[in-house]
């Protein structure tokens, strides 16, 4: 069964930076493209970026690019996002998710628990 | 910008049939955009139902069905149970790594 661990998330002032994890097992890792996903207190889910099984192609949102960094440890089955110049709008529960094929990023499936990250002052 | 639309609540009976809907402020849904579809309780992570239009995931009972409708993509829900009681996404693939969910749909079943 695979499985997705989301940590790191916590309450930092706007302006500060945050690593997010998830740890992934229950599959070969390599294998398949990740995504991370967030949703802010009350609303719907944004799809925030995603990198293929080799991490060698990285995708984000608009709203996210240029701040935001994606990457993957495929030694260590783990997924990395690289928070910078947080904002308050920044603020939700970040979730992982897997892709289908290396390089194929939809559907997601599955995801993992989340994390909530706040910016605050 | 690439919205996507879905209707903000809808309800059903239980034991009814509801249809939810995705559909792109400007051009018709396609199987291109290989629409797939999740399902999230409160305080849940989300589930995946359905994805490539309508291939049900592992797991996932037959009474949750998608399709194309005219120029949206649609989930069904044949014989809406008490627990079916979620927000429902929708979402599409725009190629270039561009993924769009819809804003979602809030089904209540009374």
């Known amino acids: 069964e695979v499985q997705l661990l989301e940590s790191g998330g916590v309450l930092v002032q706007p302006g500060e930076s945050l690593r997010l994890s998830c740890a992934a097992s229950?599959?070969?890792?390599?294998?398949?493209?990740m995504n991370w996903v967030r949703q802010a207190p009350g609303k719907g889910l944004e799809w925030v970026s995603a990198?293929?099984?080799?991490?060698?192609?990285?995708y984000y949102a608009d709203s996210v690019k240029g701040r935001f960094t994606i990457s993957r440890d495929n030694s260590k089955n783990t997924l990395y996002l690289q928070m910078n110049s947080l904002r308050a709008e920044d603020t939700a529960v970040y979730y992982c998710a897997k892709g289908p094929r290396p390089t194929t990023i939809t559907p997601l499936d599955p995801w993992g628990q989340g994390t909530l990250v706040t910016v605050s002052s | 910008q690439t919205v996507v639309t879905q209707e903000p609540s809808f309800s059903v009976s239980p034991g009814g049939t509801v249809t939810l809907t995705c559909g792109l402020n400007?051009?018709?849904?396609?199987?291109?955009?290989?629409p797939s579809w999740y399902q999230q309780t409160p305080g849940q992570a989300p589930r995946t139902l359905i994805y490539s239009t309508n291939t049900r995931s592992s797991g996932v009972p037959d009474r949750f069905s998608g399709s194309i409708l005219g120029n949206k993509a649609a989930l069904t829900i044949t014989g809406a149970q008490a627990d079916d009681e979620s927000d429902y996404y929708c979402v599409l693939y725009m190629g270039s790594g561009n993924v769009v969910f819809g804003g979602g749909t809030k089904l209540t079943v009374l």
């Open positions: 400007s051009g018709s849904v396609s199987t291109s955009y290989y």
């Open positions: 229950g599959l070969t890792f390599s294998s398949y493209a």
């Open positions: 990198i293929s099984g080799s991490g060698g192609t990285t």
